[in-house]
């Protein structure tokens, strides 16, 4: 007994009545065959080519020769004979009656015979159809095959162009589905490799060698920079401060994302750094006295990336290409981070109390919005006017009683330097998490679009909002937007002293914090 088959056999007439009319669902049929159909390894010509072929010889009178009938033109119009013998599925029991009614009128019709209301009653046999063959046979045969041509041509190249598009959505899935795997099999097999390089290899001497400039440094900020080391990886050496905020937490931040991401096992359209190694600096590198702490070594992303000037200089249709797939990717991220525990206390894990607020157990929407304003008010210290003061104190307002709580883990720090495109303008990777953690989703867009033009802004909006079927709140954007000016600002004032970016700093803090102004409900003269 095979394997599949079944414990008790089907009797002949329950056979006979699942023919007719099965019991799971002709719905359920047509979905079974169709699959079946599309699914056939063969050229989309010919499948339709033997299905227009089975459909068209069920219109003929031929009861019992279906099969062999339709292999033959299956054969003579080169079509696939699996399909032809889907299509002979159309004339079956239920419907060969109308099948016939039809053939016959119509090929009395030609022949000028007049029709007979009563010829088909008695049903049809071979015996009947010889003894009224110029009455019966010959006008279904000439009715059938006029139907059969009609059938074939409405049904080939409708039928066509529904498979190849079917064929062609297939075979691209299965190729990005390769394509995806290869990457991640490449990036297993680097990731292994990096892992081997870095055990027999000194740090102090790496450490050593980035302090006297042997490597390329790729970026450097207020708290941290980045050096390119060999065999794909790069070093972070941190700050334990740096003046805005703990560096730290931000470091352990990363770190803590990094390996959360890494534990989910998921296949990602895009690569994210791994986490090779991490330490504190000791006293006597000469790192230590500049200041530097901590040092992080991370798997080095492949592409490139594309500032804000080379985004200028791309033609239109790559700039709506470079928006498309940056938006999807961030949506890609967020659904990544919603399988991340949600729980707040994990975005502080490593942080040292003193930059904790002060009812951090169980704070309030105010001090929630004070914690988000924490480096901002540090950096407000230095201000004796009281003017980034009083706009952090508007802001605070404006996030404690105009938003819901986040609920939402986000990137923190997404932009054009941290994303990283290949030849197709796909993105390929997605860098520097230490920024990472609860918020709204127009945190990141608003940081994406910041340094964008104007007329890329609103593409940008809308792209996220098509590919995540959510809609975003402009005021959140616009004040994320004011958040990120006044941050901007006060480190070309306080920290940098950059009197040209401080100036151009100031003035969009204006702007930006006059549109929120606007875009603020009115409330009433009592309030």
């Known amino acids: 007994m095979s394997l599949f088959s079944r414990r008790i056999q089907k009797s002949f007439n329950k056979k006979a009545r699942d023919f007719v009319w099965p019991r799971i669902g002709w719905k359920r049929v047509f979905s079974y065959y169709r699959k079946r159909l599309f699914r056939i390894n063969d050229g989309a010509n010919a499948i339709a080519s033997g299905l227009a072929c089975g459909m068209a010889v069920s219109m003929t009178p031929f009861i019992g020769l279906h099969l062999l009938l339709t292999a033959g033109a299956c054969l003579l119009f080169r079509g696939n004979v699996i399909a032809g013998m889907i299509g002979t599925l159309v004339g079956n029991p239920a419907t060969f009656p109308f099948i016939w009614i039809f053939s016959y009128y119509i090929g009395t ?115 941290s920079s980045v050096y390119d080391l060999d ?89 709506i290409k470079v928006v498309r797939n940056i938006t999807k990717a961030l949506y890609s991220l967020h659904k990544i981070f919603d399988r991340l525990p949600r729980d707040k206390s994990a975005q502080n894990k490593f942080a040292n109390d003193a930059f904790a607020p002060a009812n951090s157990s169980n704070p309030s929407r105010l001090d929630r919005a004070k914690e988000e304003f924490f480096e901002i008010t540090q950096l407000a210290k230095d201000d004796k ?40 303008l796909e993105v390929v990777g997605i860098l520097d998490f230490a920024e990472t953690g609860i918020g709204h989703v127009e945190k990141d867009v608003a940081k994406l679009i910041a340094e964008l033009p104007e007329n890329v802004k609103q593409n940008i909006i809308n792209s996220y909002q098509e590919v ?60």
């Open 109 to 223: 019709f030609i022949l000028g015979i007049e029709p007979d209301p009563t010829a088909l009653h008695a049903g049809l046999s071979y015996e009947i159809l010889k003894e009224q063959f110029m009455t019966l046979f010959l006008p279904l045969i000439i009715g059938g095959v006029l139907i059969a041509t009609i059938v074939w041509f409405s049904t080939y190249y409708p039928l066509r162009n529904v498979i190849q598009r079917y064929q062609d959505l297939r075979k691209s899935r299965m190729n990005e589905k390769k394509k995806l795997l290869r990457a991640i099999r490449d990036m297993l097999e680097k990731r292994k490799m990096r892992k081997s390089l870095f055990k027999n290899r000194s740090l102090d001497k790496i450490l050593f060698d980035a302090s006297q400039g042997e490597f390329k440094k790729l970026g450097q900020g207020v708290w």
């Open 231 to 319: 065999n794909d990886c790069v070093i972070k050496v941190s700050k334990e401060d740096g003046g805005v905020g703990s560096g730290l937490q931000k470091i352990e931040n990363e770190r803590l994302y990094l390996k959360e991401i890494e534990n989910l096992k998921m296949i990602t359209p895009f690569d994210t750094p791994q986490l090779i190694d991490f330490g504190k600096i000791k006293r006597y590198t000469p790192l230590r006295h500049l200041d530097f702490r901590y040092w992080t070594i991370l798997s080095k992303l492949d592409g490139f990336t594309i500032q804000a000037e080379k985004f200028d200089k791309l033609a239109n249709d790559e700039q």
């Open 385 to 424: 006017t009281g003017y980034y003061e009083e706009i952090a104190n508007d802001l605070i307002q404006v996030y404690a009683y105009e938003f819901d709580e986040p609920t939402r883990i986000v990137h923190g720090d997404y932009n054009l330097s941290n994303v990283f495109f290949n030849e197709n």
């Open 468 to 527: 995540s079927s959510m809609q975003l709140n402009p005021i959140k954007i616009q004040y994320n937007l004011t958040k990120n000016s006044i941050f901007s600002a006060l480190i070309a004032e306080f920290r940098t002293r950059d009197m040209i970016d401080l100036r151009q700093a100031k003035t969009e803090l204006e702007d930006n914090l006059e549109t929120l102004k606007k875009m603020l409900p009115k409330k009433d003269k009592e309030d």
